[in-house]
C-alpha cells in the first residue's frame, strides 16, 4: 500500500492506495508554523481512526501548497515507510508537457490534477478542484498542460463576506432550497452554490471555445458535492483524483521491483568413500 500526502491550505489528507484503490482516506487540519513534534501524534490519530489501519507502507508520495510544511509532513510520514516520500515537483514524470512560462510556479496540486486527468480521461480535459481556492486546469489533445484558471473558493467567499460586511453572517455550506432566496443567509447560501455552479459552466465553455473543440471537465475536491448538482455542463465527478493521481505518480517515479535471478539450492556434499 502507498501512502498518499495532500497537504492544502485547510486541510492535509492521508490516502492508503494499493493497486489504484483508495483503501482509506484521514484528514488532518493544516496548521502552520508547527512542526514534527506536533504533527507526529496528529498522523498517529488520523491513522488510528482510519478504517484500515496501516502499520507500514511500502512508499509514499506528497504534494504541497504549504512549503514550510513539506518538510516537516515528510519527516513524519518517513516513520512509516522504508524511504522519504517522493516530492511532486514539474521535475518528476507526469506524462504532461508543461507548457507555461514558469512551470515551477504551478501549484503541485494543480500538476497532480491535470496529471491524473489526463491518464484516466479523454483528452482535452479540464479540471476543476474544488477547496480554499477553486483551480481550473487544462491540458489538450497532445498531453500538454496550458495552464488554467483560480478563483476563491467556496469558504473563503463565504467568510470574505462575514468579514468585510457587518450585517452578513456566516453561513453553512448546503443544499439551495430554490434560487430565489427568502432570507439573508439562503441569499448568501444560492450565491456561493449557484454563483459558483454557473461560474464553472461558464469558465469550461469559455475554456472550450479557446481550445476550439469540447473537452472532458472532471471535477473533484472536498466542497465540490455542494455544487455539482447544479452545474449544467456534462462533467465527470472525481472525489478522489488527487489521491488516486498521486498513487500513479508514484508508481511512474519509482522503479518496479524486479525479481532477482532465482538461486539454485547448494549441491549437497558428497562424502568420501
Not at 253 to 271: H, V, Y
Request: charged residues 20%; glycine residues 10%.
Amino acid at each position: 500500500m502507498i501512502l498518499t500526502i495532500d497537504i492544502g491550505n485547510t486541510t492535509i489528507a492521508l490516502g492508503g492506495v494499493k493497486d489504484g484503490r483508495v483503501c482509506f482516506i484521514a484528514h488532518m487540519d493544516t496548521a502552520r508554523g508547527e512542526g514534527a513534534e506536533s504533527y507526529r501524534p496528529r498522523m498517529a490519530k488520523a491513522f488510528s481512526g482510519a478504517k484500515h489501519q496501516p502499520v507500514r507502507f511500502e512508499g509514499s508520495i506528497l504534494s504541497s501548497v504549504v512549503p514550510e510544511l513539506t518538510d516537516v509532513i515528510a519527516q513524519c510520514a518517513a516513520e512509516y515507510c522504508p524511504a522519504p516520500p517522493l516530492i511532486v515537483s514539474p521535475k518528476i514524470r507526469t506524462g504532461l508537457v508543461m507548457d507555461v512560462p514558469q512551470p515551477e510556479k504551478v501549484g503541485r496540486d494543480r500538476i497532480v490534477d491535470a496529471a491524473a486527468a489526463a491518464a484516466h480521461y479523454p483528452l482535452p480535459v479540464i479540471t476543476v478542484d474544488m477547496g480554499t481556492a477553486t483551480t481550473f486546469n487544462v491540458v489538450d489533445e497532445r498531453r500538454h498542460f496550458l495552464g488554467g484558471v483560480i478563483c476563491p473558493g467556496l469558504s473563503t467567499g463565504l467568510r470574505a463576506l462575514n468579514e468585510k460586511c457587518a450585517q452578513l453572517p456566516m453561513v453553512r455550506l448546503g443544499a439551495p432550497k430554490a434560487a430565489i432566496g427568502r432570507n439573508t443567509q439562503e441569499c448568501m447560501l444560492n450565491g456561493s452554490i449557484l454563483g459558483t455552479a454557473a461560474m464553472i459552466d461558464g469558465i469550461a465553455e469559455r475554456l472550450e471555445a479557446q481550445l476550439g473543440r469540447p473537452a472532458t471537465l472532471v471535477v473533484t475536491g472536498g466542497l465540490a458535492r455542494f455544487v455539482v448538482p447544479h452545474c449544467r455542463h456534462p462533467l465527470e465527478y472525481d472525489a478522489q483524483l488527487m489521491l488516486k493521481g498521486l498513487a500513479a505518480l508514484y508508481a511512474e517515479n519509482t522503479p518496479a521491483k524486479k525479481a532477482g535471478p532465482r538461486r539454485r539450492p547448494p549441491a549437497p556434499s558428497q562424502k568420501e568413500t
